[in-house]
């Protein structure tokens, strides 16, 4: 019955996917703007999320008007990146640079030069799905950490989508091995590592002024490796995508690895909240990225930025 279910859930999603993809590309995004004014209001859970989450990082600086109005852009961008997401196919690969532009090529050429690798610092800011291209923009291969979706035929079509542009999508389960194999042969990793971590997993840093379980992975692998850290941005002008490959992070090694992994990570996450707060409505505000049961916590963020 399971595989039933997941069955006619992929069979809907490939039929959402493919009116988006053959309406014209103006309309299917009014449609999606639409649906993502119409899912503020009708989606009580996720706006309630994303309110209080508001509310955590930007209450002293933005009145509950602004956080509502923020709240609501937000709705309305992750419906358009989804819209963006089912038309990936639509793009053709020798006009890409039509409609995404990457910039930082000089960046990423030499981190390479060093022969460490590069861990690409992602989140889910603007219209992360577009990452998709950085293998074809670059013309180099790009791997990125991926979690499996329990529906089957989803994961497979949506890495489908995901690899068209010859991204390659490594399994989240046993990914240590696979990554440093990657990082010591100089190639590219891509990490998305600003979601809420399970408490076995996490470090505790400050963001936006809170407490936040946080994933360490980007840290740790540049620390054992020596890889270098580069954050990618997106910012969308118009009908065109920008991709920006921004100067690689100083990793702080002090001899102290628990120490410097946390260090690092706080610092990355520094940096995270900054662009944040550029245009709040871009990042992904309905997931509950602050520990719910405060109760539990077991560590407090560390202040030490040596």
Known sequence: ???????????????????????????ALWVGKFLGNLAYFVDGKHRGIALKNLSLALGESHSEAERRRIAR??????????????????LRRNTLSKTVRFHGAKVVKDALKKGNGIIFFLAHLGNWELMVTLPMLMKQPVYAVGKPLRNGYL???????????GLHIVSSRGAARALFKLLRKNEMIGIL????ARRREAVWIDFFGHPAPTLPTPAFFALRTGAAVIPVSHRREGKIHHITALSPFEIVRTGDFEK?????????????????????????????RWERKPRHRRRKPSTNQN
Do not use: S
């Open 1 to 27: 019955m399971r595989k039933v279910l997941d069955y006619l859930v992929y069979l809907i999603a490939r039929f959402v996917a493919g009116f988006f993809q053959v309406l014209p590309e103006g309309l």
């Open 73 to 90: 852009e937000n709705f309305v961008n992750l419906a358009t990146n989804f819209v963006v997401f089912c038309r990936i196919p639509k």
């Open 155 to 165: 994961d497979r079509w949506i890495n489908g989508i995901r690899e068209y542009f």
């Open 193 to 196: 590592a600003d979601q809420r």
């Open 260 to 288: 410097d992994l946390l260090t690092n990570t706080q610092n990355f996450h520094r940096f995270l909240e900054d662009e944040i707060r550029k245009d709040p409505a871009q990042w992904f505000w309905i997931h509950r």
